[in-house]
């Protein structure tokens, strides 16, 4: 099949291009990143054309429309299924969207999915563990954009120490609804995920923070943790953290001393 060949996208190759849209952040997905190359590569088609198809893809996302973003408006009917199959089927669609991907370029994408991973087993818990880890990282992408990319409680702005921390944690949450809302995360730097996941700190309803009476008061912890309460968290661009979420962090995780 010539490369740039012009044809109609099947469901299974949208599927593919729906992955790399969940794995990574959406500004390096155009005609010169390296996964986007590689995967026209393998289906026969310009980075250009596939660049496109991740756009008419992002156009059906929930979350870019609350913030406003458009994407484009002419994509094919599978654009908007994709959607619908991951809505209704979760994670069983996504391991196979990720099959799909991976036996069309499983060089491209193996070191970014950890699918040769020693310590897992081989089979469905392997491909179950990887769409969790796709899931994940959208997620992560999700929050970074939301919270402009710093911590919503400090202002860190370095992103390797910044965490997507759910209020509802990943475990209890609803696979779709729950585990990828924005509306069910905040981005912290390492420490205060660790404590916010530890229940030292919470939000209230009114996004100030509050520390654990647990926490003893000493010139560190008054420095790195006890300084923020009362604060408010900074605020993001949509998606606030939703009051039944930051209840569940209050009643079930918090500590409250």
Known sequence: MSQGKRRNWSFEETSMAFVLYLLMPMSELDDTCAQVQKLASALGRTPSSVALK???IAAHDENRLREGKAGMSHGSHYDAEVWERYGAEGDEYLDKA????????????????DVKDPTVP???ERWTITAQRVNQQYFRNTLLANYRGSCCITGIDCEPLLVASHIKPWRTSDPVRERLSPANGILLNALHDRAFDQGLITIDKAYRVHVSKIVPHDEANDRWLWCYEGEHISEPISGVPSP???EYHNDMIFKAG
């Not at 990720?98 to 999915?113: D, K, N, R, Y």
């Open 54 to 56: 991740i756009c008419n």
């Open 244 to 246: 039944d979420f930051i």
């Open 98 to 113: 990720i099959v799909w991907l991976l036996e069309a370029t499983e060089p491209v994408v193996q070191g970014s999915l």
């Open 122 to 124: 081989e089979g469905k």
